[in-house]
């Protein structure tokens, strides 16, 4: 990127994922399995049966929670635009300045920051740059 290239980036996901580390009290090969040995042969034709019932039960749940997930993704993206047009999400105008470092700016509102990319570019051209979360370099997991 040479100096003063700007552009208006967008990121699909305005929020940074945050980084889970495992808790360490947490022990999962301590996992006990339960003893289907008894004398009348219940405890395998319990399994049998959940061997058999638990994946419809898990083929059902998916065919009925499918378009519940596909409805709450739309109003989440609905809800997420809107907020991007009002400026509760600002926008991002990132250039590169004389010293080659990475700048950001936020903009509330979209000809705001269109103006700013034309006056550092100094032409009509606005370069957009879309990625999901943000830079590489700010979703990288910190140093330990």
Known sequence: MKPADAALEIRALPWR????????????????????DDDFGV???VAIALIVLLPVIVVLLAIVLLPVEALLAVIVGALVLVARFTG?????????DAHLDLVSE????????????????????????WSWTGPAAATQAPAI
């Open 88 to 96: 509760v999400i600002p926008w991002t105008v990132t250039y590169t």
């Open 106 to 129: 936020k903009h509330r509102f979209l000809p705001g920051a269109v103006r700013r990319v034309r006056e550092l570019n100094g032409d009509r051209r606005v370069r957009v740059r």
């Open 17 to 36: 994922p945050r980084y889970r580390k495992p808790e360490a009290g947490l022990d999962v090969t301590d996992i006990g399995v339960p003893d289907l």
């Open 43 to 45: 405890g395998i034709v």
